[in-house]
Each structure stands twice: as C-alpha cells, then as structure tokens.
C-alpha cells in the first residue's frame, strides 16, 4: 500500500491526528482516503498540499491523489456550541471550506461540508463582487434542504470578526459577540460597505486581526449569499468554537 509511507512521512502535519486511511483505484489513479482530526478546514488544506509534495517527492504525482476528509465537518462539528443544546444548527466559515451541522432532540440530522471558505473565495474571486456573489450561490446549492428554522449560530474567526463590525466595537470583546445577532439585513450592509471599502481601509478598522482584512469581504458575501438562499434571517455568533466545545464536552473546561 501506498499509504503507509505517504502517511508516516507526514506524521501529524498541520496539527491533525491521522484517524483512519484507506485506498483504492480509480481508472489507473490511487487515491488515498485520510481521515483527519482536525478543527479548522484551514488546516485541511495545509495537511492537504503538504501530502501532495510528498506524493511529488516520491515521484507518484501521475499516479496517485490525496484526499483528505476532516472528521470535524462530520460527527464532529457538532461539539461546538450546538454540542451542549438538544437542537440547533451551526454553521463554520473557514479558509478552505465552509460546514453546516443541525441537531434534533440530541441527535445530528444534518450535515454538510462544501469546498469553499474565506481564503479560497480571494484566490479564485479577488474582490470582484459578481463572481464573489456567483461562486458563494454555487456553493449555497450543495447544501439542499436544511432542517432548520430562520436563525443558525455562527462561529469562527470571519463571523465574529463581522459581529465585531456589525457592534462598532472600538475593542474587541469575547462577552458581547458571543450571542450577538446579526440579520440579514445588517448582513447585507456590511458586505456593502467592506465592498466600497480598500483592503487598507479594512486593515485600518477596529477589531480586524491581522491578516484577516483581505479576506473579509469574500466571508461578508459568502453569509449574505447563504443566509438568502439558506433561508437563515438571522446569525447568533460565538466565539467558543469547535476545540473549545471539545474541551467541554471532554471535562476540560467550562
């Protein structure tokens, strides 16, 4: 098997724990099917491009292909915030890929991760707001029919950095973005405003981390555009993400 040196060569790169890995042929291609622990899809992503330099390393670059499946946009997602409620749906935007989980009376009834995030949104779109807007709606109709009602919690470095924005918070404040509420309306102006805005100017406002002025505006329309189609009114931000509801629901914190 092929996996085996790919995988030990890789060790736990981008801070993943290799769960499971299996392979299989597809017309002449080997592909290697890795489950990773892992609790940002920015991090899948580097996992990801790491495992195919050491695919080209070994000289199987025609022959063999990586994919890699984060177990956090499945069973996993749902220890953050919806992890601790009988029902309620959550939905994460990250640099590679964006995750939607819903849970009923204690159980996961729904889940879903597409290929598109803050990062990959600025790589193929830039800033320009009609391919933005083209690719977010693409990525709205992979999620089909969810069993949710009008508002969803949001989590994530690009939601409450938007929740900051939407609070004109001068600093930033842990206390008032989680529960904050952003419709869709207040949504909507944002991405507005961050689309007549530079990426300097961005840069230049209160409550933006670095690095995350250039991708801000491609998030801003992502939610707009998934609230509309989705169906979503309103967002409910926190800002205790996937690791720390692991850490609870595992005793570690409270």
């Given at each position: ?22 392979d ?10 890795v ?28 022959t063999v ?24 749906g ?6 590679a ?6 849970k ?8 879903k991760?597409?290929?598109i ?15 933005l ?27 409450t ?10 600093n ?13 309306a ?6 507005d405003k ?8 961005i840069a ?27 169906g ?23």
């Amino acid at each position: 098997s092929l996996l085996a040196p790919i995988i030990s060569a890789l060790g736990s790169t981008a801070g993943g724990t290799l769960h499971t890995g299996t392979d299989h042929t597809v017309q002449g291609t080997t592909v290697l099917n890795v489950e990773m622990g892992l609790f940002d899809a920015a991090l899948v992503q580097l996992f990801l491009n790491n495992g195919q330099n050491v695919i080209a390393e070994l000289g199987l670059n025609n022959t063999v292909q990586l994919d890699v499946q984060p177990i956090i946009a499945g069973s996993d997602l749902d220890q953050n915030i919806t992890g601790f409620q009988s029902a309620g749906g959550v939905i994460d935007v990250g640099g590679a890929s964006t995750e939607i989980v819903v849970k009923k009376d204690g159980e996961l009834i729904y889940k879903k991760s597409v290929n598109i995030g803050v990062v990959r949104l600025k790589d193929m779109c830039g800033r320009d707001k009609a391919f933005l807007e083209k690719v977010a709606e693409d990525a709205s109709n992979q999620y089909g029919e969810i069993p949710l009602g009008d508002t969803i919690y949001a989590i994530g470095g690009t939601a409450t950095t938007l929740a900051a924005q939407v609070l004109g918070l001068e600093n930033y404040s842990s206390e008032k973005v989680t529960g904050a509420v952003i419709t869709l309306a207040q949504m909507q102006a944002l991405t507005d405003k961050l689309l007549s805005m530079s990426v300097e100017e961005i840069a230049a406002l209160p409550c933006m981390p670095k690095g995350r002025a250039d991708v801000l505006t491609g998030g801003a329309v992502l939610f707009t555009v998934l609230m509309k189609k989705l169906g979503f009114s309103r967002l409910m931000t926190s800002d205790r993400d996937n690791l720390e509801g692991y850490a609870i629901k595992k005793g570690l914190m409270e």
